[in-house]
């Protein structure tokens, strides 16, 4: 059975929309993407899926050249079956549906932290959580989780050259 692992960019402040504090290029820019490869696939929800595909598809890169072709399992209340840019549409409500992806897949790699996300967490069905922690204040902008309380056990901090901080938690459950 694969992991659940879910990953985001945040300012210090913990706001998880990209904007000029995001540090490009460094020492943690070659460990996201090592991170990544390690993933048999994404996971991810309808909406990310969509925006994620409207800017990745068009890419060239290091991290489009692990992101395009990596296998997507979009979950979903909406659509089902083949997607375009490597998806797979999943109908039907997450906590019934991702214990059943979980069990035929390796690690699971998502980004987002909207609804989705919130049910996963609160389902017990999220094993891992990475918060790439850049060096700056943003000031405002949507904090991961809507707010929600979510207790977590320290795995690893690991800072980087860049002043990025990489911290990884499992969720006390």
């Not at 019934?96 to 035929?104: G, L, Q």
């Amino acid at each position: 059975m694969g992991r659940l692992i879910i990953s985001t960019a945040m300012s210090a402040d913990g706001a998880t929309e990209v904007g000029d504090w995001f540090v490009q290029g460094g020492e943690d820019d070659a460990a996201g993407r090592e991170y990544l490869a390690q993933a048999e696939a994404m996971l991810l929800g309808r909406t990310t899926f969509e925006g994620l595909a409207g800017y990745w598809s068009a890419e060239q890169g290091p991290w489009a050249e692990l992101i395009n072709p990596m296998p997507k399992v979009v979950v979903s209340r909406t659509v089902n079956g083949a997607q375009q840019w490597n998806g797979t549409a999943v109908a039907g409500e997450a906590a019934e549906t991702v214990p059943n992806i979980k069990a035929d897949h390796g690690d699971l790699f998502m980004v987002g932290w909207g609804e989705l996300a919130r049910t996963l967490l609160s389902q017990g069905l999220v094993d891992e959580l990475r918060f790439w922690v850049h060096p700056a204040v943003a000031g405002t902008g949507v904090k991961p989780f809507g707010g929600d309380t979510v207790a977590m056990r320290l795995v690893e901090a690991k800072p980087f050259d860049s002043g990025v901080v990489l911290l990884r938690y499992e969720p006390a459950q």
